[in-house]
C-alpha cells in the first residue's frame, strides 16, 4: 500500500509537471480559442495526463509520459501549420459562418454547422439582441461564439456619430497589490515611492500594507481600494440573512 502511494505520489508529480511545460510550450491557443478541435484536443491531453498520474501498472509510466510528449509535440506542430498555413488553419480550426444576413436566417448555413435556433436565439440575447430584424449580420466563429452586427439604425451613438471630441483613455497600471508595491510599473511611469507615499497621505492612507489594490488611471489619479473599509449601510440584493461584514467601498 505504502508502495502504492509513493508511486501515485511520484507519478502525479510527473503529469503535473509536464502539463506545466508542455502547456507553456503551446501558449494559450488550448484556453482562448477553445474550437472544436481544441476542445477535444484539450480534453485528450488531460486524460493521458489523468492515466500517467494514476497507473500503477508495471512499466507503464514512462509509456504514458512518451505518449503525453507525443501528444504535445503533434498539437505544437498542428498550432505551427496552422499558423504558417491558411489551408491548414481552415482545416484543423474551420472557418467562420454567417448565420443571419439582413435580417434573415441562413437555414442551409445553420443545417451545415449543426446549429438552431434556440442557440442562435440564446447567443443573440447575450449580446442584448432580442429582435432578429436588427441584425445585419451574424456571423458564428470556430469557437462557437456569436459575432453580431446591428443594422446601422440600430446601434447605439457614439461620439464619432456627433462628431465629438473625446479624451484618451489609456489602461490602468497597477501600483500596488495585496499592499505591495510595483516598482517596476513606478518606474515606467516615471514616478517614485515618494509621490506614491504622498498620495496615499493625501487620502488618508497611512501605511502601504493597508492598500488592497491601486492604480493609476490614465488621467494621473490613483484609485485606491483598501483592505478594510466601513460602510454603515452596505446594499445586500439577497433576501438571505446576514451578518454584518466589511465590504470595499
Known amino acids: 500500500?505504502?508502495?502504492?502511494?509513493?508511486?501515485?505520489?511520484l507519478q502525479t508529480f510527473l503529469a503535473f509537471v509536464a502539463i506545466l511545460i508542455y502547456a507553456r510550450i503551446l501558449g494559450k491557443q488550448q484556453v482562448g480559442q477553445l474550437t472544436f478541435f481544441e476542445y477535444v484536443?484539450?480534453?485528450?491531453?488531460?486524460?493521458?495526463?489523468?492515466v500517467l498520474a494514476t497507473d500503477l501498472s508495471p512499466n507503464s509510466t514512462w509509456v504514458h509520459f512518451l505518449g503525453l510528449t507525443l501528444f504535445a509535440a503533434l498539437t505544437w506542430a498542428a498550432g505551427y501549420i496552422s499558423l504558417v498555413s491558411r489551408p491548414a488553419r481552415k482545416l484543423i480550426s474551420g472557418e467562420p459562418t454567417v448565420v443571419i444576413h439582413n435580417g434573415k436566417i441562413l437555414e442551409q448555413n445553420m443545417r451545415k454547422m449543426r446549429y438552431n435556433v434556440d442557440e442562435l436565439s440564446m447567443q443573440l440575447r447575450e449580446k442584448n439582441v432580442f429582435d432578429i430584424g436588427d441584425v445585419e449580420y451574424a456571423i458564428l466563429e470556430p469557437d462557437?461564439?456569436?459575432?453580431?452586427?446591428?443594422?446601422?439604425q440600430k446601434r447605439p451613438v457614439?461620439?464619432?456619430?456627433?462628431?465629438?471630441?473625446?479624451?484618451?483613455?489609456?489602461?490602468?497600471?497597477?501600483?500596488?497589490?495585496?499592499?505591495?508595491?510595483l516598482f517596476e510599473n513606478l518606474k515606467q511611469n516615471h514616478l517614485d515611492e515618494k509621490w506614491l507615499l504622498e498620495q496615499l497621505q493625501s487620502q488618508g492612507v497611512q501605511d502601504v500594507s493597508q492598500v488592497d489594490y491601486a492604480v493609476l488611471r490614465s488621467d494621473g489619479a490613483l484609485y485606491i481600494n483598501l483592505k478594510q473599509d466601513n460602510?454603515?449601510?452596505?446594499v445586500d440584493i439577497t433576501d438571505a440573512p446576514q451578518s454584518p461584514i466589511k465590504v470595499d467601498k
Not at 500500500?1 to 501515485?8: D, G, H, L, Q, R
Request: proline share 5%; no cysteine; hydrophobic share 45%.
Open 1 to 9: 500500500m505504502v508502495v502504492a502511494t509513493v508511486e501515485v505520489v
Open 41 to 50: 484536443n484539450g480534453i485528450t491531453f488531460g486524460s493521458i495526463a489523468a
Open 144 to 152: 462557437g461564439n456569436l459575432s453580431v452586427l446591428l443594422k446601422s
Open 158 to 181: 457614439t461620439p464619432a456619430d456627433l462628431s465629438l471630441s473625446t479624451v484618451y483613455e489609456g489602461v490602468p497600471t497597477e501600483i500596488i497589490v495585496d499592499g505591495e508595491i
Open 231 to 234: 460602510l454603515t449601510n452596505p
